[in-house]
């Protein structure tokens, strides 16, 4: 296969975990030129032409599917001759059917899947006093994602086109999605209308009261990535889930990669 010197990362990335695991892959994969494409702010609609570079996707999972802000994003990407390694990075609970789906999404755009991976970040829900995944992915994780990152270019540089088709973990038809609700973080006394949240927020869903006395949130618009608390100089932004107990119960014990290739 004609050798490539162009890697693109893209990514959907408000709390960073999946920009840290694609940036892994990308050192891993170590081609001189890299471009990277970040969707986590970008509302724009025109046409994101790749051609001819090997691809990193990564998006974060939610209810075990594609986080539907991010599959809405990625429509807006054009593979051409872009073997694409496909990541998806998921709170420790369970990727379910995402990888998956992120698979069937990136064909139907034009690539062609050369190696996918389903790696662990910290749960936008986790607290410090109910950690799920605090701290993740941690040094082991970013080392793991290198070494993918070298195997799947290995792979390619190994294998003739087309590429052959290979088994990813997750389910057709996918889950359905979670119900959604109006619950989003909130602003205790702590906070002084700084204005961070509303620069970290990926849907533009928060902004500053007429009277630039407070932040006010669009619940209809909230997507509860919390990039908004953790982004928070004071701690005065909090989301109070009662989910944040049971995955703290249920889900604390460490969950390693796995990867396809």
């Given amino acids: 296969m004609e050798p490539y010197t162009t890697t693109h990362l893209v990514f959907f990335s408000p709390t960073h975990t999946s920009a840290k695991i694609a940036r892994a892959v990308g050192e891993g994969i170590g081609m001189g030129r890299r471009i990277e494409t970040d969707l986590t702010l970008d509302e724009g609609t025109s046409p994101i032409l790749i051609n001819d ?3 990193v996707i990564a998006v974060p999972v939610y209810g075990g599917r594609v986080a539907p802000i991010a599959l809405q994003r990625l429509k807006r990407l054009k593979g051409h001759n ?19 789906e992120l698979r069937d999404t990136a064909v139907e755009l034009g690539f062609t899947p050369l190696s996918a991976g389903a790696f662990i970040g910290e749960h936008s829900y986790s607290r410090p006093n109910m950690p799920v995944a605090a701290g993740r992915p941690d040094a082991d994780d970013l080392q793991k994602a290198e070494q993918f990152g070298r195997k799947s270019l290995k792979k390619l540089q190994e294998s003739t086109f087309p590429l ?98």
């Fill in 53 to 55: 570079a090997l691809t």
């Fill in 82 to 100: 872009a073997p694409v390694i496909l990541l998806t990075i998921y709170g420790n609970r369970d990727y379910e059917d995402a990888l998956v």
């Fill in 164 to 261: 052959p088709s290979f088994f990813i973990k997750g389910n057709i038809p996918y889950k359905p999605l979670p119900a959604g609700n109006n619950a989003t973080p909130v602003c205790n006394d702590l906070c002084y209308a700084c204005g961070n949240c509303i620069e970290v927020c990926p849907t533009h869903a928060i902004y500053l009261s007429a009277d630039g006395s407070q932040i006010e949130t669009i619940a209809e618009r909230c997507i509860r990535c919390c990039a908004c608390v953790k982004e928070c100089p004071t701690g005065a932004r909090i989301f109070d889930s009662p989910f944040t107990a049971i995955l703290h119960e249920k889900f604390s014990a460490r969950r390693e990669p796995e990867t396809f290739l």
